[in-house]
Structure formats: structure tokens, C-alpha cells
């Protein structure tokens, strides 16, 4: 058994729920970053583009589009190479290349201009020489030089397209902190324990953690679109060999996250014990798309040879599904169909039931005057399905008097048993979010009856805010009411001990409110100098001392 040892014995910082407010606790603030409008030009802009440090200004968004803008370029550059895709669009594949130059010149011009202010070369004698051969710098260069070359230098068309590829070096200004980070987070931790990080939410994942779902994301999106586009034969005939590469290198990435995930999933509370909980892990819902994310892939490279398996590539499609890991509307559906399934197979059954009464009705009126229509039950399963759910396509409709009319009454029919599941669903799913909402503000009112929030627990309930959309007015309205508790509480102090003590109830909110304060007397007071003038004045008893030292513990 590994231990961990990013151990913070630092105490949590306590805030107050007096000067707490909903826009504070939501993580928003009215008047923006705290950025100094009294200070030089040169700092300003920097604190608002491109400090680390600040949180709220432009400096992840700036960087999170030019990401976007590096990756569009990479797949500007592949479709350059299909000259029936490029010959047409030419002069609109220039314009995006000049509007990419220019967007990475005004990213170099702005660093440059900025480097006096960035602590990585404020030091130096001259800054900004400092950030022109540092090597984010250089990379920033020749993302732009191939451009400008071409001007001056005649260029081979293929050397050119190779110096662009440069452009995707810009991203390891992302990765590069992202991976320090990591490693801090990370330091003296197992192998195994790493790849949990990486690959599973947790504290120690930091921000690789994030690129390394977006990477995920990114993949699944683009090999989800190549699928759709290989079906259209014009596009297929002229990019296939483009295809296959995308498809194999995505099915190769999706192989390494599906054993990563099964490898360090022991590392979780509820997949522990080796086999067994690599095999639950497999059998988790979304580790079971993870592989038929890959699965038609490999069946067809070991089996395709003695079985025609192309069909299985339109599965491929199921990538998709790998989106849902992602989306919490996801869990809250698949825990609303657990809660409600009784009713919901119960609906299911008695629409199996109107289908199958409904087809053979339509079979015992219909066969006679519509032999090649009606030719049998099953295949009459078809034309119920479409007219219990009121779709009607019309390929197949009743012509005699009795099947018309029967018609008209089933079709009736299945508009209230055909709407019996969704709006079940409907109605559950909100009920289910309305749920979660509750239980989230009972926990908050429990968190803060002690009169103050720590770190972690602001950043919880920040989360599940903002997961479950609570507005500030409501947030707002349960601070107020959490303080009025307390002050009603207090309230209670005031009156005789006696009189306290009569009611139970009373007794166990004025004992909870002792306990309150000793554990702030606890974390405000200098626990050594304390016990040190309390066994000086010989004031405290040994039980008394004995119990302001296990509070103090626990404080």
C-alpha cells in the first residue's frame, strides 16, 4: 500500500460567513480581477493579458484560442494536401493563413513589448533580448518566419507547408507549465499513482489533467467527423489514405487512455484490490464505451481477412458516447432511468403489448387486400411502430374500412402510451435536479453554522453551484437565513443556565455553540504559549487541560 505524501499541514484558511456573499462564494466579483488602474500602462496591460498570477483577467482565454487557432492551422495544412479540396478554396485557405500570421505577430509584438514586466526576464539587464532567445520565443519566431520568407526567398510549396508545422511547437507554451505543475503536484508519488492523476479527477491532477481531457475531447470530435465525411463517397475517394492514417492514429490513442484507465483505476477507494477492481472497472459503463470506442478497429485488422466486417466501422460512431465521461446531464439521466425503471419497463411492456395487438389487427384486416404489404405479423411490426407514434410515412397505410378505422383508434391510442415514457422522464429528471439543489443547500447551511468556511469547502460548493445552476439570489437568501439561525442561537445564550438547561433542545444548541468557540479560541490562539501560562497559573485542571488539547486536535 502507497502513501502519499503531499501532505499539507498548513491550516485551512477560514473565512467568515458575515463577509460572505453569493457573488464572492460563485467566484465573482463586481468590479473585475484586482487589477490597479494607477499604475504604468505597460504593467496594467500586462496584469490584464498575460499575468499568471492574476485570476479573472484575459490570460487563459488568450491562450485557450490560441490553442484553437494552432490546431485549426494543423488541419488547414493536411487539407492543403488534397488538391481536389485545395485547388478550389485556394484563396480562402491564404486569407485564414494571413489572419493566422497576423494574430502570432500580435502575440510575439505583445510578449516582446510585455517582457520587462514578466518575472521570468524582469531580472535580466535587458528584457527583452532576454524573452527573444528564450525558447518559447524562437518557437513564436518560426511560427511566423515561413511567411514573411516566401516574400524575400523562393520557397519549395512543400518546404513551406513543413516550416508551418512548426506552429504546432506555440502549444508547449500550454504544456510545458502544465507538466511542471504536475511534477510538483506529484513529487514522490508512485508511477501508477501519476497515471491516476492523470487520467482520473482528482487533486493532484492540476491543469494536464484538464489538456489531457481536452486532448480526449479534441479526438473524439475529429474522428466522430471523419466517420460522417467517409460515408460521403466524393470526399472518401479523394482523402481514403488521410482516413485510414486519422483512424489508426485516433483508435491508437484511445488504446493508451482505455489501459491507462484500467491500470491506475485501483488507485480509486471503490476499484481497490488488483483484478477484481480492474475487472469492475471494465464493466463500469463508461469504460465499456472506452472499448467499443477501439473494438471495430482491432476486429477488423485480426478478423478481416476471413470475414467481411466492414459494417462495423459505422459502430465507430459510438466514440461519441465517449463524450458523456464528461457532461454530468449524463449521470443525472442514467441515475433518473435507475430510479424510475420499474415504471418505466412497466410502460415499456405495455407498449410492447399495443405493438404487437396492433400489428396483427393490421395483419388480420390488411393481409387479404395487401398481400405484398401485409405479407406477415412480423413484418407488420414496421407499420405499427410508425403509427403508434403517430409518424406516420406513409409507405404503408390501411385501405379497407375495418383497418382504417382500427387505425384511427390505435393511433389514438399510442399518442397517450407513447408519451407515457418521455414525459416520466421529463418530469423525473427535474425532480432529480431539484433534488440535488436541496441536498446542496442543506449541506451549505451545515458547513456554515459554525460561522465560518474553509478552502475547500467554498471550492465544493462553488462546483456543485455552479453545476446545478443555483443563482445568487438564492444562494443569497441562504446565507441570510444560516444567519439568522445563528444569531437566533446566540440569542440563547443570554439567558440563564438554568433556564437553558430545562429544554433538551435548547441544552444541545448552547452545548454546540461552547464547542463553536473553544474551536476558534482553539485556531486563533497560539496553542504552545497557551498551555504554557495555563500550567504557569495552575488554573486549568488536568481534565480540563486533557480536553482543550483533544479539541484543539480536532480543530
Not at 65 to 84: Q, S, T, Y
Not at 237 to 266: H, K, P, Q, S
Amino acid at each position: 500500500m502507497t502513501t502519499d505524501t503531499n501532505t499539507n499541514s498548513a491550516p485551512p484558511q477560514l473565512i467568515d460567513i458575515e463577509s460572505l456573499d453569493a457573488k464572492a462564494l460563485l467566484g465573482l466579483e463586481e468590479s473585475g480581477p484586482p487589477i490597479s488602474t494607477d499604475q504604468p500602462f505597460r504593467k496594467w496591460l500586462y496584469d490584464w493579458t498575460l499575468n499568471p498570477n492574476i485570476p479573472g483577467n484575459f490570460q487563459a482565454t488568450l491562450e485557450r484560442w490560441i490553442g484553437i487557432l494552432i490546431v485549426v492551422n494543423l488541419f488547414a495544412l493536411v487539407l492543403e494536401h488534397v488538391p481536389a479540396l485545395y485547388d478550389p478554396y485556394k484563396q480562402l485557405f491564404h486569407y485564414f493563413d494571413i489572419f493566422s500570421v497576423a494574430v502570432f505577430v500580435l502575440e510575439y509584438a505583445l510578449r516582446f513589448y510585455l517582457a520587462p514586466e514578466d518575472e521570468e526576464f524582469q531580472k535580466k539587464n535587458t528584457p527583452r533580448v532576454a524573452y527573444v532567445f528564450s525558447p518559447f520565443a524562437i518557437i513564436d519566431f518560426l511560427a511566423v518566419a515561413p511567411f514573411f520568407l516566401q516574400a524575400f526567398i523562393p520557397i519549395d510549396l512543400r518546404a513551406l507547408r513543413f516550416l508551418r508545422l512548426l506552429r504546432i511547437l506555440k502549444l508547449f507554451r500550454i504544456v510545458i507549465p502544465a507538466i511542471k505543475e504536475f511534477k510538483e503536484l506529484n513529487r514522490g508519488r508512485t508511477f501508477r499513482q501519476k497515471i491516476h492523476a492523470m487520467v482520473f479527477e482528482s487533486a493532484y491532477g492540476g491543469k494536464l489533467q484538464t489538456i489531457f481531457d481536452t486532448f480526449i475531447g479534441i479526438w473524439v470530435i475529429i474522428s466522430v467527423l471523419a466517420v460522417v465525411l467517409e460515408s460521403i463517397q466524393s470526399v472518401s475517394y479523394l482523402i481514403n489514405l488521410e482516413f485510414v492514417i486519422l483512424d489508426t492514429v485516433a483508435v491508437g490513442i484511445f488504446t493508451i487512455e482505455y489501459l491507462m484507465r484500467i491500470y491506475a483505476c485501483v488507485e480509486e477507494p471503490r476499484f481497490r484490490h488488483g483484478f477484481l477492481g480492474r475487472f469492475k472497472q471494465a464493466r463500469n459503463p463508461a469504460t465499456v464505451i472506452d472499448l467499443l470506442a477501439i473494438l471495430p478497429f482491432f476486429l477488423e485488422v485480426l478478423l478481416g481477412t476471413v470475414l467481411d466486417l466492414r459494417f462495423l466501422r459505422t459502430f465507430r460512431l459510438a466514440r461519441l458516447l465517449k463524450l458523456t465521461r464528461y457532461n454530468d446531464s449524463t449521470k443525472i439521466l442514467t441515475t433518473v432511468i435507475a430510479r424510475e425503471w420499474p415504471v418505466i419497463s412497466a410502460s415499456a411492456f405495455i407498449m410492447i403489448l399495443m405493438v404487437i395487438m396492433t400489428a396483427s389487427l393490421g395483419y388480420v384486416f390488411e393481409h387479404e387486400a395487401q398481400p405484398e404489404k401485409f405479407d406477415n405479423i412480423p413484418n407488420s411490426v414496421y407499420w405499427a411502430v410508425i403509427t403508434l407514434a403517430s409518424v406516420g410515412y406513409g409507405d404503408i397505410s390501411p385501405i379497407t374500412p375495418v383497418g382504417r378505422f382500427m387505425t384511427v383508434v390505435m393511433a389514438l391510442l399510442g399518442i397517450g402510451i407513447f408519451a407515457i415514457p418521455a414525459a416520466l422522464l421529463a418530469s423525473a429528471f427535474g425532480d432529480q435536479l431539484h433534488k440535488e439543489r436541496e441536498l446542496l443547500k442543506t449541506n451549505l447551511r451545515n458547513m456554515m453554522k459554525d460561522g465560518h468556511l474553509d478552502d475547500s469547502e467554498i471550492e465544493m460548493l462553488r462546483t456543485e453551484a455552479k453545476r446545478l445552476h443555483i443563482t445568487i439570489e438564492e444562494l443569497n437568501a441562504l446565507l441570510e437565513h444560516v444567519h439568522h439561525e445563528r444569531v437566533n442561537a446566540q440569542n440563547k445564550s443570554v439567558l440563564p443556565l438554568h433556564v437553558i438547561a430545562e429544554k433538551p433542545a435548547h441544552a444541545v444548541e448552547h452545548f454546540k455553540m461552547l464547542v463553536s468557540q473553544i474551536n476558534q479560541l482553539a485556531l486563533m490562539t497560539d496553542g504552545a504559549k497557551f498551555e504554557e501560562a495555563a500550567k504557569a497559573s495552575d488554573s486549568l485542571t488536568a481534565k480540563e487541560l486533557a480536553l482543550w488539547q483533544q479539541l484543539r486536535s480536532r480543530s
